[in-house]
T-cell receptor, first 115, second 112 residues
Framework: GAVVSQHPSRVICKSGTSVKIECRSL??????MFWYRQFPKKSLMLMAT?????????EQGVEKDKFLINHASLTLSTLTVTSAHPEDSSFYIC???????????FGPGTRLTVT | QKEVEQNSGPLSVPEGAIASLNCTYSDRGSQSFFWYRQYSGKSPELIMS????GDKEDGRFTAQLNKASQYVSLLIRDSQPSDSATYLC????????????FGRGTSLIVHP
């Protein structure tokens, strides 16, 4: 159990375009999901906390207008990178927390390359 | 600021040995602790959770928690080359926050 999927797994886009990443909890409900970014050989960096039915909470330094988060249901959160630039190229990972637990389950990640 | 500290390593152990990974945390009121394994280029996967002082065993893995000393450790018995990865410690702060703090991770290398 406790499977989280993420789509797409890999995406290449041109500078200036927008990219949407989906995160789904497949076998549990998750009021809370998290979005992380990780650069090569660096630690996880929390970008935002996504809560179903309410606005996401962004970490300091993360532009909410650039990284749009929508948590439309108890099993789906989306991250849209708007007007992507090469410096947005990174490994984006979501995680979901079952409603009756503290354990985070991570999606497989999305590798974004902006050319 | 709540901090979670881990030695970045790399920690190198021979195959079959016990690997000991340590994590200290600053928030004395923390109650929930987790260990994740992250292979290079992959996302983290949950290995174990521990909430009470003492040891918790799951297969070759043993998590140890000492709240008085504010440390949590992970022991891997009979280490295998496939255990080579970065191990992340995560701690939920006190006060009911649902946002855990991750350590920077310890790189483990198990050599044949």
């Amino acid at each position: 159990g406790a499977v989280v999927s993420q789509h797409p797994s890999r995406v290449i886009c041109k500078s200036g375009t927008s990219v949407k990443i989906e995160c789904r909890s497949l076998d549990f409900q998750a009021t809370t999901m998290f979005w992380y970014r990780q650069f090569p050989k660096k630690s996880l960096m929390l970008m935002a906390t996504s809560n179903e039915g309410s606005k996401a909470t962004y970490e300091q330094g993360v532009e909410k207008d650039k990284f749009l988060i929508n948590h439309a249901s108890l099993t789906l959160s989306t991250l849209t990178v708007t007007s992507a630039h090469p410096e947005d190229s990174s490994f984006y990972i979501c995680s979901a927390v079952p409603d009756d637990s503290y354990e985070q389950y991570f999606g497989p990640g999305t590798r974004l390359t902006v050319t | 600021q709540k901090e979670v500290e881990q030695n970045s390593g790399p920690l190198s152990v021979p195959e079959g040995a016990i690997a000991s990974l340590n994590c200290t945390y600053s928030d004395r009121g923390s109650q929930s602790f987790f260990w994740y394994r992250q292979y290079s280029g992959k996302s983290p996967e949950l290995i174990m959770s521990i909430y009470s002082n003492g040891d918790k065993e799951d297969g070759r893995f043993t998590a140890q928690l000492n709240k008085a000393s504010q440390y949590v450790s992970l022991l891997i018995r009979d280490s295998q080359p496939s255990d080579s990865a970065t191990y992340l410690c995560a701690v939920y702060p006190s006060g009911g926050s649902y946002i855990p703090t991750f350590g920077r991770g310890t790189s483990l290398i198990v050599h044949p």
